[in-house]
């Protein structure tokens, strides 16, 4: 299963390298994100077969099979990683043994599809997330994280190449994680209510207000302030440096994957980018100063943040239950 599973990430992996490619406004391409693939030097529009993940890379010896120019290590890279990204989530979401009823391991969020079977709805809750519409809701949930972190993966590629963070992609991101939390939330609301209520009628108005101390709203606001002093404290980091430390999308990055992780989960996440981002800025150093190819890298480099806050962010959503057990008492 998982071998089909790192088969259509790689798939989708091809897609994300067009959608790299595209992005970048100075190329003024027909079709935005959604045209045919075509080469970056030639513009000659490719064949199925020049497009297969890996192996056409492979296949045609790194080189156009119409110009001949050398093909990007990028292609099969954002192919594999896809990949990976697509075995890891398929195995977060739905474990080793996948069952549709067997609930999901993801730190506990998300309750099985047979407690979510028998609990009860009240209000007119039952006619928005009816049982039908969550009976799929591992399927969903897995989806979700995989548009994230595809979207992610896009972000950190683009920023390693052209060193910025293009918004049409980072606000869509930020509007999805959203209302993905909203919905986390009401369907939570939905779940805790009928612990305590019976819906064989409608309680009274008063009662409306009296349910509200039987609801975690927690799982809804902690994202949003973790997401907001996330992007503040980039943000005086840009304001003060005059932008030579960190750029503006760099915050607008923070601000989204504070909004997707948990509070935990996204300070791990941007400490680790800064320790990693650190130690990369070291070795460059030291290999300047014993290899000529790195000599052009020196303490006023720019260096792209987005991958290490994307890098941040993979590590600790994949090693949250570690991550956890060192914060618990």
Known sequence: MFYLVFIFGMIAGSFLNVVIYRLNPALKLKGGVFGRSMCPNCKTQLKWYDLVPVLSFFWLKRRCRYCHKKISRQYPIVEILSGLIWVL????????????????????????????????????????????????????????????????????????????????????????????????????????????????????????????????????????????????????????????????????????????????????????????GAIFGIILLVLGKIFPYYKKWEMKSQIAFGPFLVLGAFIAFFFSDFIFKLFQP
Not at 111 to 138: A, G, K, P, V
Not at 155 to 161: H, L, S, T
Not at 190 to 210: G, M, R
């Open 89 to 276: 989530v398929f195995w977060k979401v739905f474990g080793f043994n996948f069952s549709p009823f067997g609930g999901s391991p993801v730190g506990g969020q998300f309750f099985s599809l047979r407690e979510i079977w028998q609990s009860q709805t009240i209000y007119n809750f039952q006619s928005i997330f009816n049982l039908q519409f969550l009976n799929q809701l591992n399927l969903l949930n897995f989806f979700y994280y995989i548009l994230i972190f595809s979207v992610l993966l896009v972000i950190a590629v683009y920023d390693f190449k052209w060193k910025i963070i293009p918004d049409k992609i980072v606000y869509p991101a930020i509007i999805v994680v959203f209302l993905y939390n909203v919905f986390n939330f009401l369907k939570y609301f939905n779940f805790e209510i009928s612990k305590y209520f019976q819906p064989a009628a409608d309680p009274p108005l008063a009662e409306n207000f009296e349910i509200l101390k039987y609801i975690n709203i927690e799982i809804f606001i902690y994202p949003l302030f973790t997401a907001i002093i996330a992007f503040f404290f980039f943000f005086l980091i840009y304001y003060f440096s005059s932008g030579r430390a960190m750029g503006l999308g760099d915050a607008k990055l923070a601000f989204l994957i504070g909004l997707f992780l948990s509070p935990i989960s996204a300070v791990a996440a941007f400490t680790l980018a800064f320790v990693i």
